[in-house]
């Protein structure tokens, strides 16, 4: 059988780049757009005279993809070889969640969609320079159900200084109580980059023992609302995971396209040049945009392989450890499988250098 094969689009744009945030993205970019749109359109008609593989999943992520126009965005994806089934997911900031757009995202073939609400308080949002209002999360199920999707999610960030456990709680209940509720939630740990402006402020670091309540919070009131917990961040209703996600924690082989994306096939990572601009141009000059490469040899693939499958509900062998005392009380062992325990979650690292392959 045919492994899954991903394909991830990275759109660089933003209207506004967050007080978190260090991902290659722009806030000042965009009269780069069309061109940006052709470069990665060039890229995709070199890899498939390579004999690029079909794609089981596709995502388009940034950066921010909603704000190139939906022609745009589609004239990428159909571009690209898809699977007759093929799962095409569009991250989508929250303010531009409008019926119409998810509609022609809709007709185009992306069937499922992904929103950064972060949170549903408003000293929450603007702590962590987030722009859209405290009922955004009404107006984008509202949005998702008329346009006709059936699959989505939201994500959440924990961790903020002005976050209280009980703003973490009003959160959950704002998005569990929405008649059309997200059926997968993502959940991240705010992390304090050094480059970023959250990163240079220590006085708005996350307090780690708030943030570990936090998380455990939104995983127990999760999984008692029938949210199944499918990997250290991540949550979904019965038949509504994330397939582009499984690809890469299940190390499967992908490609990236557009600046700054990411690709691994057969054992060689590689990655193109960081900005749009330096994109651009080397495309436009008939180069490729490569910018770095390496080859993983065996027992950096099976370590990369295990530590990522740790991080899941389905976890590892047994015999991937050569023991489990000093860790027994970070894991659970059934069936012959490993996995986290829930207090293992966010010390997983811990685990992780247990591993037979991490020596």
Known sequence: MNRPFGIYVHVPFCAHRCDYCAFATYADRDHLMDAYVDAV????EWAREKGLATASSVFFGGGTPSRLAPEQLLRILDALPRDA????????NPEDANVGRLRAYR?????????GVQSTQRAVLADLGRRHGIMAHEQVSRAVHEAGFSTWNMDLIVGSRAESLEDVRATLDDLLGLEFAPPHISCYALTPEPATPLGQDPARHPDEDATADAYDLVGATLEANGYEWEEISNWAKPGHECRHNHVYWDHDDYRGFGSAAHSHEHGRRFWNVRTPDRYIAMVRAGESP????EVLDASTQAFERDSLALRTRHGVPVEAFESLDEIAHLVKVADGQVTLATQGRLLANQVIVRLKSSN
Do not use: H, K, P, W
């Not at 007709?107 to 929103?115: H, I, P």
């Not at 490569?290 to 490469?293: D, H, R």
């Open 107 to 115: 007709a185009g073939g992306v069937t499922r969609m992904s929103f």
């Open 290 to 293: 490569l910018g770095g490469e």
């Open 85 to 92: 089934d093929c799962e095409v997911t569009v991250e989508c």
């Open 41 to 44: 359109v060039q890229e995709i």
